[in-house]
Structures are given as structure tokens and as C-alpha cells.
């Protein structure tokens, strides 16, 4: 059945919506229509910029700052937000510091963030820091807001600056000011990591486990299937037949369950959620009947897979019965549990030793 063509008083109705917006349109102010048409151009720029996926307020020593979370260059980056940055310690834009930045982006040139900009400052900066390691970041806040944050880690080093100066005497009263409100946050940081609080005040801590191990779990894996080579040891299996009851010949087929067993005595114990992972990359290459271990990395996963077994050998060899075998590897190399916990540290989980 063909579709019924659009009653003729369709165009009207659409001429008459389009008055009604112009008309709307007229009664705004100047002032109105530009901050709207400022709004939507911010919106449509802050679409390609990087994400903050957290964000809340930071107290250090009475001074709060907004921080976040950002992806930015595929790691998670926290910064504190410019703008609150600034107006919590009492630093102001002002008319010089504001035409200072719009001459150098007219000239395509480089100029030191609005917190640096001061004059009185420029002898103590580069004994301190490097300011392109402090560039602000602009970034789409969680509300879709374009802005821009300070590498929280440049905080410190930053309050640094303005302590150097004051203690030099080269402030003016209300640049002093900020100087003691920075030393106030310079102080309280002395006790707890910068990184540390933002991830509280954010609530990243609770997600940072599980990013800092799909990371991790990144440098056990292989972009390809390796070419079938023979990585467990004929004495691994050897032994496991010995601890189970069974008879070991040259022409037989090992037992389906005895997978079952090397996950659970090897692969459970590399990394966490690493069996998982092992299974969905063999998957995604299409080899679902490929060996797990023909998924791994050369550099990480495959040396980690080799010093498992050593280690499981050599407990299988110290004793006669499965069941305290599995005992004494349960101490001597625990199975990791599903998610990682909030004070694991993932630079621990391809290390053994």
C-alpha cells in the first residue's frame, strides 16, 4: 500500500512553526541570543574533546577544587578544574593576563597557563618545572561542558612556584595571598598523594582496580595465535597423572577433565580474570579450538605461563595425594580472585618472585 501523501496544510503548519521561532527569536536581547549561540558552539567543540568519566568536589586544608577523571591518550589523567582552581585560591583573570593569552593564539605561539601568567613568578618557574609538562587540558566534563583542568600530579610543583616567590619577596600583598592559600594546599598534599585524593573525592578508587587490571591483562595476551608449539613439559603432566590415580602410557589420550585441573592450577593463578580473558582473545582470532597458552603474549604472558608450572612441578613433586597438593599450592601460589581488590596493585600480578 502506498503511503497517503501529506494533507495540503502541511507546508503551513511547518511556516507557521518557523515564524513562531523567529518571533521567539526577536523578542531576545543582543546580550541573549549571543550567550545562546556561544552555548551551542561550545557544545558542538566540546563534543571531540576527551571525556571526564568522574567527577567531585576535592577539599585540601579548608580549599576545595572540582576534580575529575579524563580519558585522555588512552590512560586515565586527573585534573582539577582551572576555573575553580583559581578562584579557590583568590588568582582572578585579569585584563592583561586575558589579552596575553588572545595575542598568542592569534600568533599560533605558546604562553604559560592563567596560574603562571603573573610576571613576578617567571624567575621561579623554570627551577621548578617545565611548563609544558603543566599544560592545562580542555576536556568535556561529565554534564557534556567544555572545560579545562590541571594535571593534578603539576599541582604541588605549581604551589611550589608561588611559595619560591613569596619567600623571596617578590609577591605584592594580594599575590601573597594566593601564595599562603597554595602553601595551605602545598602542606595538606604532604600527607596524602594528590593522585589519592582525586580518586576519593571522585569515586574512582572504586573503578581503579578493574581499569589497572584490564591494562595489565593486556601485556599477557597475543594479537595473533601463536604457531602450536609444545610449552607444558611432558613431567607436568607426568606428575598430574600420578596425583590423580592415572595411568600414564605413551599412546593415550589424556582425560577432558585434566583442562579443567590446568585452569585451575595454572591459569587462575597468573592474574586475575586472566582464564577469561584467554578464552574471549582466542575467540576473537578464531581459534576456539586452539591451546589457551597459543593466545598469549611472548614478552609477559608466556614467561608467566612457564614459571606457573615451574612452580607447580615442583609442589607436585613433594607430595603423594592431589588434595594436599592443592593445599600447599594454595599458599605457595594463590588463585587470584575475579575482581581485584581496592589496594591491589596490579604491577604485582606478573611477579612471582
Not at 52 to 78: D, K
Not at 154 to 159: H, N, Y
Not at 180 to 198: C, K, P, R, W
Request: charged fraction near 30%; include cysteine.
Amino acid at each position: 500500500m502506498k503511503a497517503l501523501p501529506p494533507p495540503d496544510d502541511e507546508p503551513e503548519k511547518e511556516s507557521l512553526q518557523s515564524k513562531g521561532g523567529n518571533a521567539r527569536r526577536d523578542k531576545l536581547t543582543p546580550e541573549a541570543r549571543k550567550e545562546i549561540a556561544q552555548k551551542a558552539s561550545a557544545a558542538r567543540w566540546a563534543k571531540n574533546l576527551p571525556q571526564a568519566t568522574y567527577e567531585g568536589p576535592l577539599n585540601i586544608g579548608g580549599v576545595e577544587f572540582q576534580a575529575a577523571v579524563i580519558e585522555y591518550g588512552g590512560e586515565a589523567v586527573r585534573v582539577v578544574g582551572q576555573s575553580e582552581f583559581m578562584r579557590a585560591v583568590g588568582m582572578y583573570y585579569s585584563g592583561f593576563i586575558a589579552k596575553q593569552h588572545r595575542d598568542a593564539a592569534e600568533e599560533g605561539s605558546a604562553v604559560l597557563p592563567m596560574f603562571l601568567a603573573q610576571a613576578a613568578l617567571k624567575p621561579f618557574i623554570d627551577s621548578a618545572l617545565d611548563p609544558l609538562h603543566f599544560s592545562p587540558i580542555s576536556y568535556r566534563s561529565v554534564g557534556g561542558i567544555a572545560s579545562k583542568g590541571i594535571p593534578a600530579k603539576a599541582i604541588p610543583k605549581i604551589c611550589r612556584v608561588w611559595m619560591d616567590a613569596r619567600k623571596a619577596g617578590a609577591l605584592k600583598p594580594k599575590q601573597t595571598a594566593v601564595a599562603e592559600l597554595l602553601e595551605i594546599v602545598y602542606h595538606g598534599l604532604a600527607e596524602t598523594g594528590i593522585i589519592a585524593l582525586v580518586d576519593e573525592a571522585t569515586g574512582y578508587q572504586y573503578v581503579r582496580p578493574r581499569r589497572d587490571l584490564e591494562q595489565q591483562l593486556k601485556k599477557f595476551l597475543s594479537d595473533n595465535l601463536r604457531r602450536w608449539v609444545r610449552t607444558f613439559p611432558s613431567d607436568y603432566f607426568k606428575q598430574l597423572c600420578r596425583l590423580r590415580g592415572v595411568e600414564l602410557r605413551d599412546d593415550m589420550r589424556l582425560p577432558q577433565y585434566f583442562g579443567k585441573l590446568t585452569n585451575n592450577i595454572i591459569y587462575r593463578r597468573i592474574a586475575p580474570t586472566l582464564l577469561k580473558r584467554l578464552k574471549e582473545r582466542r575467540d576473537e582470532l578464531g581459534g576456539k579450538s586452539a591451546k589457551l597458552h597459543s593466545v598469549l603474549s611472548e614478552d609477559v604472558g608466556l614467561k608467566a605461563l612457564i614459571m606457573q608450572l615451574g612452580v607447580s612441578v615442583g609442589v607436585m613433586k613433594l607430595n603423594t595425594d592431589y588434595d594436599t597438593f592443592l593445599k600447599q599450592l594454595d599458599i605457595v601460589a594463590p588463585i587470584y580472585p575475579e575482581e581485584p581488590g581496592l589496594f591491589d596493585d596490579p604491577a604485582d600480578w606478573d611477579d612471582k618472585s
